[in-house]
């Protein structure tokens, strides 16, 4: 979802300088224009979002089976220490700057078990020492909860730290799904939260979704007191203006749960992806964000 980021700026939470270092809002901003998705897919090749909720894989323990799109050996930014990194196949969001849309399709990946998967990733388990474990990412790794849940009941009973790379778009705290996704947190040791856009509207506009189950995850998650690392791709002119920083940081600190924020700054390393699959890139014209864009960013996210 968002690994192979060239250059992650992270600040842990208690170790962030103080929100007076925030700039002034009159601070010049760089918003570009704020085209609306659904029309620019009326014009674009992208294939729209698939209605279903989720896959049909009931919990169960190491034969449980997933969709995996691809498994990584040695990721060292997805979490605490060296971690075996597990990438889901399927994601109903269409961001507009994702470097992995090869992800979308629901019907592509190949089928494998809980235990498969744990039985590869143990043995790099002499890499993890104290601090690593695995990370399950997507596409969107929630699209597939029960199969989550079991990898990381299993995970638990092998010793192993679980930590869970999403975007939280499908949780909500309707039964069925909820009785779920309770236990998927339950079984989970780390979060690696994604928030796109702080504003509804313009994270449609980003996305194809709004952001409201997003935000109440991120409730959820405070209250389960279930530690959080937020992800915060830094577009410019789409999420980068001051007053949507200030917005995002008010929301981050109504939660109590967080440990570290990651800016990861707009990158255009994942276009030929989409050339390759004949969708039309939305964001070309946008250049990645610079070093005192960055800068500003981190001292009101970390402030
Ligand atoms: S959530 Fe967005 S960035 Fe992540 S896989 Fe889906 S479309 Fe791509």
């Excluded at 760089?30 to 209605?51: C, D, F, H, V, W």
């Excluded at 790794?141 to 790379?165: C, K």
């Excluded at 780390?190 to 504003?199: G, N, S, Y």
Aim: hydrophobic share 35%; with cysteine; proline share 7%.
């Amino acid at each position: 979802m968002l690994s192979q980021e060239p250059a992650i700026s992270s600040c842990k939470e208690n170790t962030l300088p103080s929100r007076e270092n925030a700039p002034d809002s009159s601070e010049k901003s760089t918003m570009l224009p704020r085209g609306n998705l659904s029309e620019e897919r009326m014009k674009s090749t992208i294939p729209p979002q698939p209605a279903a909720d989720f896959l049909n894989v009931e919990i169960g323990g190491p034969a449980a089976e997933g969709i995996i799109h691809s498994t990584e050996s040695f990721g060292a930014v997805d979490g605490p220490g060296i971690r075996f990194l597990i990438f889901l196949q399927g994601c109903r969001m269409r961001c507009r700057y994702c470097h992995n849309p090869d992800t979308w399709s629901m019907t592509g990946g190949e089928r494998k078990t809980v235990g498969q998967l744990l039985d590869k990733a143990e043995r790099y388990r002499t890499y993890w020492r104290e601090t690593g474990g695995i990370t399950v990412s997507g596409g969107e790794a929630m699209l597939q909860p029960e199969f989550v849940t079991a990898l990381f009941e299993e995970a638990h009973r092998r010793g192993i730290h679980t930590a869970l790379d999403t975007a939280g778009e499908p949780f909500r705290r309707s039964e069925p799904a909820f009785s779920i996704f309770r236990r998927l947190v339950a079984a989970t040791d780390l979060v690696l939260l994604d928030i796109k856009h702080i504003d509804p509207e313009e994270h449609r506009s980003l996305t194809g979704h709004d952001n409201r189950n997003i935000l109440d995850f991120a409730r959820y998650l405070a209250e389960q007191k279930v530690p959080v690392w937020i992800r915060y791709v830094l577009v410019p002119g789409i999420n980068d203006d001051t007053e949507t920083l200030r917005a995002t940081r008010a929301f981050l600190d109504t939660l109590t749960n967080v440990e570290q924020v990651d800016i990861l700054p707009y990158h255009t390393l994942g276009i030929y992806k989409w050339e390759e699959l004949g969708y039309t890139y939305t964001l070309g014209d946008v250049p990645p964000p610079d070093e005192e864009t960055i800068n500003r960013a981190r001292e009101i996210l970390c402030r």
